[in-house]
């Protein structure tokens, strides 16, 4: 299925577009805007990250409704940083967004464990996106944090 070409006058034109397809939602974790008395709202490709990432920080199990919204990337948590993980890393995040993100297609997820990371417990899944109905395409970085257990105090 190929994207649909639309041609926009201008960019607010394709503002417009875009929040027509993907909505405008509360803004988490700054909620409320001081100086208008009102919520901060999220509109476009923002919005589409925010989602991403309640989905892959969410356990599933851990809402009431539904139960079954999140994804199953915890299970990593005290996994070795090899080639195993990736694998696993990389299938329960394309589970989880192809699940619950029907606003977009996953075009590609990596795994970024590079030196210029500083933190060796930290992996990147870099998650390219295109945005259904449109020719956006997009790209969120989801930081991910490992314990490897460690064996006889070392």
Do not use: C
């Amino acid at each position: 299925m190929s994207p649909i070409q639309v041609n926009f006058a201008s960019g607010e034109d394709q503002y417009k577009h875009l929040v027509a397809i993907i909505g405008k939602g509360i803004q988490v974790p700054r909620l409320f805007n001081e100086a208008s008395g009102g919520f901060n709202l999220n509109t476009g490709k923002k919005r589409i990250e925010q989602s991403i990432f309640f989905i892959l920080k969410t356990k599933i199990g851990e809402r009431v409704f539904p139960p079954d919204f999140g994804s199953n990337l915890h299970r990593l948590v005290f996994e070795q940083n090899d080639l195993i993980f990736i694998d696993m890393a990389i299938m329960y995040t394309k589970e989880a967004i192809e699940k619950w993100e029907k606003r977009i297609k996953i075009l590609n997820v990596q795994i970024k464990r590079e030196a210029e990371i500083i933190d060796e417990n930290r992996v990147d899944i870099v998650i390219e996106y295109l945005i259904q109905r449109t020719n956006v395409m997009g790209s969120y970085v989801y930081p991910f944090y490992i314990t490897p257990m460690r064996v006889g105090g070392e």
